[in-house]
């Protein structure tokens, strides 16, 4: 069965605390891996798409990368703003995107 | 410019009532989608409309659920004899692009509460 995984399910970080949320899948023929933030009563809102196994995107303090078996979404001294639920989707041909969990991120000042 | 709005915001519904959710996707957008968010679980397809192509009802999960897109716009999600179980965060979005390979527009959701 197609999963999505990501970790860790809550991440508590002080601002300026770099770290990393995982989200790994075992989704076969990927075509692609999408990144979208959720805020508290809002629906997702779109950060990134990765096509290809070592493709790298930022923006702002967020980096994506991506490896056959997992992407990780890199979060650079971060701020009270950037906390919110972070969703990864894949993609593949003929099949309806397959969402993770989320991985809820809270900063404090 | 406006982004994708559903309405109502909330519905709250007794058990065996049906219920309409309404999506207005962004202008120009072809691809329309509907998902189901559950509490602790991830975003669930429903259905997607694209043009005026046959909708992928693929992720209905049962027959209760149906859905309709009017002139390549609007789109009405219709919960026939709802349940407990059915209660939860619905979503739409929308895309310029075809398929799931290109990024959505999501909407705020409506919450649904079946009592």
């Known amino acids: 069965e197609d999963q999505v995984t990501q970790s860790p399910e809550a991440l508590r970080l002080q601002e300026g605390e770099s770290s990393s949320l995982n989200c790994s899948y075992t989704v076969s023929g990927l075509r692609g891996l999408f990144w979208y933030r959720q805020d508290p009563g809002k629906g997702p809102e779109f950060l990134f798409t990765l096509y290809s196994a070592g493709e790298e995107k930022e923006k702002e303090r967020l980096k994506a990368t991506l490896t056959k078996k997992e992407s990780f979404l890199h979060i650079t001294a971060p701020k009270p703003e950037d906390s919110a639920t972070y969703l990864c989707a894949c993609y593949q041909a003929g099949t309806a995107l397959i969402f993770g969990k989320g991985t809820t991120l809270s900063v404090s000042s | 410019g406006a982004g994708v709005s559903q309405s109502p915001s909330n519905k709250v519904t007794e058990k065996g009532k049906d219920v309409e959710l309404r999506c207005d996707p962004i202008s120009g957008h072809t691809a329309l989608y509907w998902y189901r968010q559950s509490l602790g679980q991830g975003l669930e397809f429903l259905i997607y409309?694209?043009?005026?192509?046959?909708?992928?009802k693929s992720g209905l999960p049962s027959d209760r659920f149906s859905a309709e897109r009017t002139g390549g716009s609007v789109s009405t999600l219709t919960i026939q004899r709802t349940q407990q179980e059915d209660s939860a965060v619905y979503l739409c979005?929308?895309?310029?692009?075809?398929?799931?390979?290109?990024?959505?527009?999501f909407g705020p959701g409506t919450r649904l509460t079946v009592t």
């Open positions: 409309f694209q043009g005026n192509s046959a909708p992928d």
């Open positions: 979005a929308s895309s310029p692009r075809t398929g799931f390979f290109g990024e959505q527009y």
